[in-house]
């Protein structure tokens, strides 16, 4: 279960609806959805799942799931399990959003909606070298993939909860 930035408890057919609703209030805009985990390493490893929702030029709105896992120590695997998370998330998200445009006699295609995976992985440090594995583990699933600096689903809203 998804939670909003105000703690609202919400299931991802729930964010769907709401995500459409918020497309719907101003349907002439461009929409970036992108989904990104962070985790960090405690006495198990913090999962931080975040679906966020921008409105190019008009803000967003942002879900984040937090989970405990054992403990993960292996930086390969562990962006591995991040990378996961984010793909399964991605792909239920986008299921359910395309039932809901056509429950409502729409399709998603019709506006301008992009879809993307934000992986916490960057040029810098230690990750780098997972970058073309990640990268194209994600575009394979059809998804633009987005590292850092610009992963910010990732690397900032989900990094804030991790913590």
């Given amino acids: 279960m998804f939670k909003t930035a105000q703690g609202q408890v919400m299931s991802v057919p729930d964010i769907a609806k709401k995500i459409f609703e918020f497309i719907m209030s101003d349907k002439t805009n461009s929409y970036e959805i992108t989904v990104g985990t962070d985790s960090q390493n405690f006495d198990r490893t913090k ?3 975040v679906i966020a929702v921008h409105r190019k030029g008009r803000g967003g709105t942002y879900f984040y799931n937090i989970e405990f896992v054992r403990r993960i ?3 390969k695997q562990k962006i591995n399990e991040e990378t996961s998370r984010s793909l399964l998330v991605a792909n239920d998200l986008l299921d359910r959003l395309q039932e809901t445009f056509l429950e409502n006699d729409m399709l998603m295609e019709d506006l301008d909606v992009s879809f993307q995976i934000h992986c916490d ?3 810098a440090g230690k990750t ?3 970058i073309k594995e990640i990268v194209s583990w994600v575009t394979s699933q ?3 993939c987005l590292i850092k ?3 910010y689903a990732a690397s900032d809203i989900a990094d804030k909860y991790s913590k």
Avoid: A, F, K, Q
Wanted: aromatic residues 6%; negative net charge; charged residues 15%.
């Fill in 47 to 49: 999962m931080v799942e």
């Fill in 142 to 144: 059809g998804y633009v």
């Fill in 149 to 151: 600096p610009d992963s």
């Fill in 128 to 130: 780098s070298v997972l």
């Fill in 121 to 123: 992985i960057g040029r």
């Fill in 73 to 75: 120590t292996n930086l």
